[in-house]
């Protein structure tokens, strides 16, 4: 019951958190879902490669989630950058569970607000594959997708990534992941994350 609380808590203050400073989304896992009943808390330091010149920026993104079924998982996210607020919601289904090969389908949805612009909403959706070559070890590519459009306004724009990554057991309860995101058009910037994701019976 203690231990509840205190991830509650502890997700409660990561989404203030983020409501207040800077972010970016990343996907850090794999095509598994969480286990019923267990919870996640994870934290990646990640830096957006510049473009077009630009700079590249360095932050840290994070999710807090649940698994509700077997097969089925919620977890909010926020990202923490320089100049913009990004905080939301997904929910992942494992679609396919095999030996060797693993496929989950993500649906959600966030928020971005901006220093200087206009702050804008979108939805997620994200194709995840992944294997177990050996047994701690699991590689992982996705597709991840995001439609956002900016408030009061009728600019609508798709933000699309190409993304490999891995996820290495280090103990029962915690995971190593690493993830490059390849943006796939002009909107969307190159990413890289690493990070760790601690699991809570």
């Excluded at 983020?18 to 994870?42: H, P, R, W």
């Excluded at 320089?82 to 905080?87: A, E, I, P, R, S």
């Excluded at 190593?176 to 994350?193: D, K, Q």
């Amino acid at each position: 019951m203690i231990k509840t609380i205190v991830v509650i808590l502890a997700a409660t203050m990561f989404l203030v958190a983020a409501a207040e400073v800077s972010a970016q989304d990343v996907l850090m896992n794999s095509a598994e879902t969480i286990n019923q009943g267990n919870f996640k808390l994870a934290v990646f330091p990640t830096v957006l490669f510049g473009k077009n010149g630009g700079d590249s920026v360095w932050g840290v993104a994070g999710r807090a989630g649940y698994g509700l079924t077997p097969r089925f998982d919620i977890e909010a996210k926020a990202g923490i950058f320089k100049g913009l607020n990004y905080f939301g919601v997904d929910a992942e289904y494992w679609l396919v569970q095999g030996r060797n090969a693993n496929v989950s389908v993500g649906l959600g949805a966030h928020m971005t607000k901006y220093q200087a612009g206009a702050d804008s909403s979108g939805i997620d959706t994200s194709l995840l594959f992944s294997t177990s070559p050996v047994k701690q070890l699991e590689l992982y590519g996705g597709l991840k997708l995001a439609f956002d459009s900016f408030k009061n306004s009728d600019q609508n724009f798709t933000y699309a990534h190409l993304v490999p990554g891995l996820e290495y057991r280090l103990g029962p309860d915690l995971d190593l992941l690493a993830e490059f995101g390849l943006a796939l058009n002009e909107n969307s910037r190159s990413y890289a994350s690493v990070g760790l994701a601690l699991y809570l019976r």
